[in-house]
């Protein structure tokens, strides 16, 4: 079984992974396990984790009490259709989901995975105006640097540049994008969406947005305030807000979700990734009242969606689970004292001239380099400072585990501006 070395010819050549070249460009790293905030190589080599496996494992990995959990349904019951069907995992999540979720989320949508949460959200949002007699309203309006998913209806949300636009272009819904919230304390950047939303109420069903937060497309913070402004236009020109929470929530951001900081519900909520505490895929679409009422009125009457894993009770288990962990922890002051650190050990990075800008909210600290070329070398010079990083683009990022012990978070962010320092320092 154990086999030391450090990359595997099969996978190189048979296995595609994200975004990858086949055969891969550079081969994948293979891991042997994991345990809290460490991940072990095939070769025995321990890494520090920054990533949390893309927002996910928030706990760190096979935290004791989600693998107890997982573990005692997987004996009783790892999965049965929903169609007809129902059981109790499920129904302690969805209860879960409406308590903590903005007030009036009230109704619950299980799927598989994030892109398909904001699938169901747009479908959501088109069977809402069919349902009203509106069906000319089924166009988008996206924000720049969004980041939605990668299957079809999503990818028509996510930037139109930094996206998969010009690829799929022929068969990509046409939507509006307007302006990135700006990162800093401009408000300029509301106007083009007052602008659009006016002149194309009559054919716009929704706003889709990553509140606070613009993650996989810019990793962008942005204020409360567009975020308020935003939904007060939604209900002014009478389009539906959909908020894509599938990176930011579950307290990341230093808020449960980050629809907090503006105290705004949406139409429309989707939650993903942290949602199992990063152990099983599992992913939600939370709608109002209104917007079930409505579609259940209209024709057909039927929400029109139905994964085959809809539901599925070992995910839904794994998710009460982390949910519980969470909210029993002191989580708030966990990503506040993360916030500090990557505060103190990152910002002093604006002083590199390499850096374009090192930003920092909640458990998120970013270093966004001049020069997109050097990014891969910083991944590479990561791994022999101990640490797990991934960049992409010209962004070196972390987003830590909450419960990373102090020690680890110091090492990793020491061995993060290391690494950015001896690549800067070897290429400019
Ligand atoms: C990751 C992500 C998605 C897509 O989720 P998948 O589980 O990868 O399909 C959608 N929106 C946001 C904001 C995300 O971060």
Known sequence: MTDASLTDEFDQQHIWHPYAKMPAQQAPIKV????????TLANGQVLIDGMSSWWAAIHGYNHPKIMQAMHQQI????????????????IELCKRLVALTPDGLNKVFLSDSGS??????IKMALQYWMSKKKPEKNRLVSLRHAYHGDTFATM???DPDNGMHHLFSSILAPHFFVKAPNLHNHNDDIEELENILKKHRQEIAALT???IVQG???????????LRQAKALCEKYEVLLIADEIATGFGRTGKLFACEWAQITPDILCVGKALTGGNITLAATLCTDEISTTISQGTPGLLMHGPTFMGNPLACATAVASIDLLLASDWQTHVQNIENTLKTMLLPLNDLAGVKEARVLGAIGVVELKRSDLAPLVQAEAIKQGIWLRPFGRLVYVMPA????KEQLNKLLDGMAKAIKNILNANL
């Open 32 to 39: 042997q396990r994991t345990q809290g905030s460490l991940i």
């Open 75 to 90: 004996e009783i019951m790892p999965h049965i259709m929903f169609g007809g069907l129902t059981h109790q995992p499920a």
């Open 116 to 121: 398909v949460a904001m699938e169901v959200a």
């Open 156 to 158: 028509a949300v996510c």
């Open 209 to 211: 947005l990553e509140p």
């Open 216 to 226: 996989a497309g810019g990793m962008r913070f942005y204020r409360a305030d567009y």
């Open 402 to 405: 909450f419960n990373i012990p």
